[in-house]
């Protein structure tokens, strides 16, 4: 009994003088098939896990992440802003997708590491890499750290937003902010500056846009849409996204895409021989508001 009290004193004293666990130095994000799902996000840490995993990973300045996709989707990495230094198997856009494919990126400056993939399902989110500073001081205690989310119970909500009922997409030919008109960051304005045959053949949909310096050093979004009705099986939204691709770090010049349409968009366009879509086009500068221009497409096998 006199062995355990100060036995117990010592254990009291570790506590005090434990220092704060840093984070790893290593990750691991694969392609999650059960991304076609609206919750389900298409990079992770578990795949096939439930519930599904965060959206952030967090990981020490210097630490490596392993990205990972053995589906047969074809995926890329699109970084938004600040990006690290990845190894040439990792299809970094401009770079195309590709499937099959596994490489490795390193983070060596603590801070905030935002990216995309152009190819995935409408399931689509964004995701973050969290590189923290090391820690410091000691630790006397446990803190629990916690994510706040504003706006929706559903950490994982359809970025897309059109749900059920809500028909076409608004056409707009300029800015939908203020501030920001369509003539500065799309060269020649906004309709000569798209370049989109209005029937095209195949399971792709090719077009480019004229880029104007305005819009230098930001991002560009192309989304094909389809109606429910003309997608077997689809779902329940009145339109559905059924191909996008995203090009960042713009340049001005013409900006040249290649947008492939997905499973369901293939079949029924095999089905039918033709396709009726709605092309999105959404050009987000590096400051200032979002332009979005909506155009038609027919496609024909």
């Known amino acids: 009994m006199r062995l355990l009290v100060p036995l117990v004193a010592l254990l009291g004293a570790a506590v005090v003088v434990l220092p704060a666990l840093a984070a790893s130095s290593e990750a691991k994000l694969e392609v999650n098939e059960n991304c076609v799902e609206a919750v389900w996000p298409c990079w992770t840490s578990s795949p096939g896990s439930n519930p599904p995993p965060t959206t952030v990973t967090t990981i020490a300045p210097g630490g490596v992440v392993t990205f990972v996709d053995n589906t047969g989707t074809a995926a890329n990495l699109a970084w938004t802003g600040a990006a690290p230094t990845c190894s040439a198997s990792v299809p970094v856009s401009p770079a195309p997708a590709k499937a099959g494919w596994e490489g490795t990126c390193k983070f060596e400056t603590p801070g905030h590491y935002k990216f995309e993939s152009s190819t995935l399902y409408f399931a689509y989110t964004k995701y973050e890499?969290?590189?923290?500073?090391p820690a410091t001081g000691t630790t006397t205690g446990t803190t629990t750290t916690g994510t706040t989310t504003t706006g929706s119970t559903n950490p994982y909500p359809n970025p897309y937003n059109y749900g059920s009922g809500s028909g076409s997409p608004t056409q707009t030919g300029g800015s939908t902010g203020s501030g920001t008109p369509a003539g500065s960051l799309l060269a020649g304005g906004a309709s000569a500056a798209v370049k989109l045959g209005a029937t095209q053949h195949g399971q792709s949909v090719h077009g480019a846009v004229d880029i104007a310096q305005g819009a230098a050093g930001g991002r560009l979004e192309v989304r094909l849409l389809a109606s429910s009705a003309s997608l077997?099986?689809?779902?329940?939204?009145?339109?559905?996204?059924v191909g996008r691709v995203v090009r960042s770090s713009l340049r001005a010049g013409r900006?040249?895409?290649a947008v492939a349409v997905?499973?369901?968009a293939r079949h029924a366009l095999r089905a039918h021989g033709r396709l009726a879509l709605s092309v999105k086009i959404v050009l987000a500068p590096a400051h200032g508001?979002?332009?979005?221009?909506?155009r038609s497409v027919v496609l024909r096998g």
């Open 129 to 133: 890499i969290v590189v923290e500073a």
């Open 232 to 241: 077997a099986g689809a779902g329940r939204s009145a339109h559905m996204v």
């Open 255 to 257: 900006v040249s895409f």
């Open 262 to 264: 997905d499973a369901r």
């Open 289 to 294: 508001s979002v332009v979005t221009i909506t």
